[in-house]
Nanobody
Framework: QVQLVESGRGLVQAGGWLRLSCAASRRSIRSINTMAWYRQAPGKQRELVAELTSGGSTNYADSVKGRFTISRDNAKNTVYLQMNSLKPEDTAVYYC?????????WGQGTQVTVSP
């Protein structure tokens, strides 16, 4: 089963940027149907932020469209989430997820905090 490890946690001011990484092991991301980023803020349900299919299609939550970009580097077996123009409401634990052949695999999560 694929293993996912997120990195890039940080504390930034509103308007700043961060890049999260999700490094996969034990399976090539090229063989994974969908790689995605989710987030969960305190007291709220986990929500989809962005997803990227093996065919290259992307989908974003309305709240992050135009600010966040999901991408992948097949050579590094890593998926990224570039987050620009961050807002305090983006504060959450961000999780990487892989979906393939009926499997949903989650990373451990990484904290993003945006101060006003």
């Amino acid at each position: 089963q694929v293993q996912l490890v997120e990195s890039g946690r940080g504390l930034v001011q509103a308007g700043g940027w961060l890049r999260l990484s999700c490094a996969a092991s034990r399976r090539s991301i090229r063989s994974i149907n969908t790689m995605a980023w989710y987030r969960q803020a305190p007291g709220k349900q986990r929500e989809l932020v962005a997803e990227l299919t093996s065919g290259g299609s992307t989908n974003y939550a309305d709240s992050v469209k135009g600010r966040f970009t999901i991408s992948r580097d097949n050579a590094k077996n890593t998926v990224y989430l570039q987050m620009n123009s961050l807002k305090p409401e983006d504060t959450a634990v961000y999780y990487c997820k892989a979906y393939y052949v009926g499997n949903n695999v989650w990373g451990q999560g990484t904290q993003v905090t945006v101060s006003p």
